[in-house]
C-alpha cells in the first residue's frame, strides 16, 4: 500500500512568514503534484514534479522532488493571507491505462494578517 | 473551455438509499478518475475509467460502480448508503497517453447521509 504522509497537519503563520511542507513515502512515483484546495472546491493543480532533484518555482512558492523521486516539499515565501486553504501532495504512478493518485494527508494552513 | 464539472452540487440521502454522481471531464480528456474526500482528509482514490471500461480501482466495496459513456462523461453509482458515505466525490480527468500530464478536479459533489 503506497502512504504519503504531510507534515505539519496543521499551520498558522502571520503575513510576511516563511513555511515548508514536507510529504514523504516509502515508495517511488512517476511524478509527484502539488494542489491547493479551499472550501467547497475541488483541489487545484499548483504544480507536476517528474524528475528526481527537480526544482520548480512559481512566484513566491518553490517546489522540490527528491532524488529518489519519494518525498517533495513546497516552500513558501512570505506567505500571504491569500495563501490559505488545504495543500495536498498526490504520488502519481503512469502504466499503461492506469493513472491513479495517491494523496497526502494535507496541510491545513492558515495566514493571519 | 470548460473544467470538469459534476452534478448535482449537493445531495442529501437517507441510510439504503442508492445514489448516481455524474461527471464531465475536461475538453478533450478521455480518463475519468472517482475520488472520496472524507472531512479533514485527503481524497482516496476510488476507481477510474478509461474506454468506458474500469481500469483501476482502489479499496473500495462493490457497492461503489460506475460507468463511462462514449462522450467520455462518468457516473458513480453507489448502493445500499452508509452513514460513512457521507464525503465530499471528486472527480478528475486526464489525457491519457500524454505522459506525466495531471488531473483537473471538479469541484465535487457533497453527499450527506441522514
Known amino acids: 500500500t503506497q502512504l504519503l504522509e504531510q507534515s505539519p497537519q496543521f499551520l498558522s503563520i502571520q503575513e510576511g512568514e516563511n513555511l515548508t511542507v514536507y510529504c514523504n513515502s516509502s515508495s517511488v512515483f512517476s511524478s509527484l503534484q502539488w494542489y491547493r484546495q479551499e472550501p467547497g472546491e475541488g483541489p487545484v493543480l499548483l504544480v507536476t514534479v517528474v524528475t528526481g532533484g527537480e526544482v520548480k518555482k512559481l512566484k513566491r512558492l518553490t517546489f522540490q522532488f527528491g532524488d529518489a523521486r519519494k518525498d517533495s516539499s513546497l516552500h513558501i515565501t512570505a506567505a500571504q493571507p491569500g495563501d490559505t486553504g488545504l495543500y495536498l501532495c498526490a504520488g502519481g504512478i503512469n502504466t499503461g491505462t492506469a493513472s491513479k493518485l495517491t494523496f497526502g494527508t494535507g496541510t491545513r494552513l492558515q495566514v493571519t494578517l | 473551455d470548460a473544467g470538469v464539472t459534476q452534478s448535482p452540487t449537493h445531495l442529501i440521502k437517507t441510510r439504503g438509499q442508492q445514489v448516481t454522481l455524474r461527471c464531465s471531464p475536461k475538453s478533450g480528456h478521455d480518463t475519468v478518475s472517482w475520488y472520496q474526500q472524507a472531512l479533514g482528509q485527503g481524497p482516496q482514490f476510488i476507481f477510474q475509467?478509461?474506454?468506458?471500461?474500469?481500469?483501476q480501482r482502489g479499496n473500495f466495496p462493490d457497492r461503489f460502480s460506475g460507468h463511462q459513456f462514449p462522450n467520455y462523461s462518468s457516473e458513480l453509482n453507489v448502493n445500499a448508503l452508509l452513514l460513512g458515505d457521507s464525503a465530499l466525490y471528486l472527480c478528475?480527468?486526464?489525457?491519457?497517453?500524454?505522459?506525466?500530464?495531471?488531473?483537473?478536479f471538479g469541484d465535487g459533489t457533497r453527499l450527506s447521509i441522514l
Open positions: 475509467y478509461y474506454e468506458e471500461e474500469e481500469r
Open positions: 478528475a480527468s486526464r489525457k491519457l497517453g500524454a505522459g506525466n500530464q495531471p488531473q483537473h
